[in-house]
């Protein structure tokens, strides 16, 4: 079982994208949830977090520019991205906080560009 992330694509700087990822059940009720991303050449990062009673975390980076939700029904979280950046360009993913490490799906990839 992995995390598969959706919605990613090409965007302009300054646009907007909504990333999503639905996890099982037994996972999203126990986990805080994470988007992660991996930029080419880069380690991969952090970039935020909600735990299982709301509380969010950002890195400095995405701070007021990027929000992340979960909706507990679906077992989904998102992340919306505005005011986009070409260095916001990477592959993003979705994965437990701190990450399972047989969770880690392909992720999608997300690129800002003119």
């Known amino acids: 079982v992995q995390l598969q992330a959706s919605g990613g694509g090409l965007v302009q700087p300054g646009g907007s994208l909504r990333l999503s990822c639905a996890a099982s059940g037994s996972i999203f009720r126990i986990s805080a949830m994470g988007w992660y991303r991996q930029a080419p050449g880069k380690q991969r990062e952090l970039v935020a977090s909600?735990?299982?009673?709301?509380?969010?975390n950002y890195a400095d980076s995405v701070r007021g520019r990027f929000t992340i939700s979960r909706d507990n029904a679906k077992n989904t979280v998102y992340l919306q991205m505005n005011s986009l950046k070409p260095e916001d360009t990477a592959n993003y993913y979705c994965?437990?906080?701190?990450?399972?490490?047989?969770?880690w799906g392909q992720g999608t990839l997300v690129t800002v560009s003119s």
């Open positions: 994965n437990a906080l701190p990450p399972f490490p047989n969770l």
């Open positions: 909600m735990s299982t009673g709301g509380r969010t």
